[in-house]
Structures are given as structure tokens and as C-alpha cells.
């Protein structure tokens, strides 16, 4: 794997390779190789998500001091108007 890949890259060849897992013409070896490209592109996406959510954790905290990060969901999505 490329280690100079964005986030983007990842996920769209991260996409090539499940699509390539789902073929049912993949030979046993081309799979298990396929499979481990997956697993350290799954890995280098989470690493990627964890560091952006750091950073959100500290831009979105109004009194200087770290507060978790909670995505928007259904509940507290009306917080924002």
C-alpha cells in the first residue's frame, strides 16, 4: 500500500477490492492477497477518521479544554439550530 494515499484513495481502492472479494472468478491466492490489501486499507481509513476526530474534538470545544467528539445523530442534531 501507498503510504502517501488520502483518505479518498484509500476508500475508493479500498471499494476496488471488496468489489474484487464479492467476484465470484477469484482464485484462492488472488483473494487471500486482495483480503490482506483490505485489512491495511480498513486500518490506514480508521487511522485517518481517528486523527481528523482529534482535531474536530479540539476546534469544536469553546473553553479550551478537550470534549468528545460525538458525530451528528438524529438526537442531537436540532442542537445546531
Known sequence: M???LNFEEAME???KV???LES???PLEK???LFQEG???SA?????LEQVEKKIEILINEDGQRK???????ENQGDLD
Open 31 to 33: 483473494a487471500i492477497d
Open 18 to 20: 471488496v468489489n474484487a
Open 44 to 48: 490506514y481509513c480508521s487511522q485517518k
Open 39 to 41: 485489512v491495511k486499507l
Open 13 to 15: 481502492n479500498l471499494e
Open 2 to 4: 501507498d503510504d502517501k
Open 68 to 74: 468528545p467528539f460525538h458525530p451528528l445523530n438524529e
Open 24 to 26: 465470484e472468478d477469484v
